[in-house]
């Protein structure tokens, strides 16, 4: 299931003016840390706690070095978080 999307992202990033964004595939965000491809990540932070769920981050072993590069809250209490690759 990831490797065709995963080949078509790396279809997408062979061309620099191209702009990949990806919303809410945990496995396929995983594979393009791991191989390096990802820029920055968004995410918006709720404040709800919802129990169980995949964790993004996981086994990562310090592939995936990241800076916070921006913080915004929004009216409704949830934050938008910014992170870049720091290579």
């Known amino acids: 299931e990831v490797l065709p999307m995963m080949d078509a992202v790396l279809d997408a ?3 620099p003016e191209v702009t990949v964004m990806l919303p809410g595939s945990v496995q396929l965000t995983r594979a393009l840390v791991s191989a390096g ?26 592939q995936s070095r990241r800076e916070l590069d921006g913080v915004t809250t929004l009216p409704n209490g949830m934050l938008h978080l910014v992170y870049r690759a720091s290579r």
């Open 13 to 15: 990033v062979a061309h």
């Open 37 to 62: 491809l990802v820029d920055e990540m968004q995410f918006y932070l709720d404040p709800l706690i919802l129990g169980d769920g995949l964790r993004l981050f996981e086994q990562d072993h310090g």
